[in-house]
């Protein structure tokens, strides 16, 4: 079991958040304990990323972001 940064905030009528140290884990609920549901679900489906198909027409460049 590992321990994350779990960041939420209000946005309206969501609660919206995400693990800071997994790039791409975002969500959101209608309540912090639906957020961190579903929260826990995306991380499990970004870990299993690497088992999913990538399909033939699937393209990649580099792209320059100023920062």
Same mark, same amino acid.
């Given at each position: 079991m590992t321990t994350m940064t779990f960041e939420y905030w209000q946005d309206e009528a969501w609660s919206v958040g995400r693990l800071r140290e997994v790039p791409g884990c975002f969500s959101q609920g209608a309540? /912090? =304990?639906? $957020? !961190?549901?579903?929260?826990? !679900? /995306?991380? =499990? $489906? $970004?870990r299993s990323d690497e088992d999913l198909p990538i399909p033939p027409n699937t393209m990649t460049k580099s792209l320059l972001i100023a920062a």
């Open positions: 309540t /912090v =304990e639906e $957020l !961190e549901s579903n929260i826990r !679900e /995306v991380y =499990e $489906l $970004l």
